[in-house]
């Protein structure tokens, strides 16, 4: 369809899809066709009595996701069955939005970030870091610093425990 050519060209001039990306059969799809596909959620009780979400055909869903770079025309719902599907993969999710619809993926995502200036309330209240800036780069930029703080609590503790294993010998000694 149009929109799968549309979404495919710009996805191209982004640098989001190479070419031989482009030509994979699931590479890029429409949130309707992506839905239809993989069967939608369905509800499953688990032997200690919990529901919890799956996707209808896991399987499908599987095979897509190895090739998806691009959803066009995603509902809300769409990007639920999305989180959900990669979720229950064992993927690590991150989803970043501004609407109150995209409040349901921002909430069953791993980490979710919402928009400061231009979200809503609801939107922010699902997410766990709210980019005050708007800026998508900020979210580089907090990974970087996370990371950073990350290795320099490591460093901190290894050095703490070297000296305290050195000086506990010297006591005993």
Known sequence: SDNKDTARAISRQAGILTEEEAEMEYSVMEGKEFREAVGGLKDVTREDGTIIEKVANEEKFVEIISQLKVLARSSPQDKY????GLKNQGSVVAVTGDGTNDAPALKKADIGFSMGITGTEVAKEASDIILLDDNFTTIINAIMWGRNIYASVRKFL????????????????
């Open 81 to 84: 069955l999305l989180v959900t």
């Open 158 to 173: 290894q050095f703490q425990l070297t000296v305290n294993v050195v000086a506990m010998f010297i006591a005993f000694t």
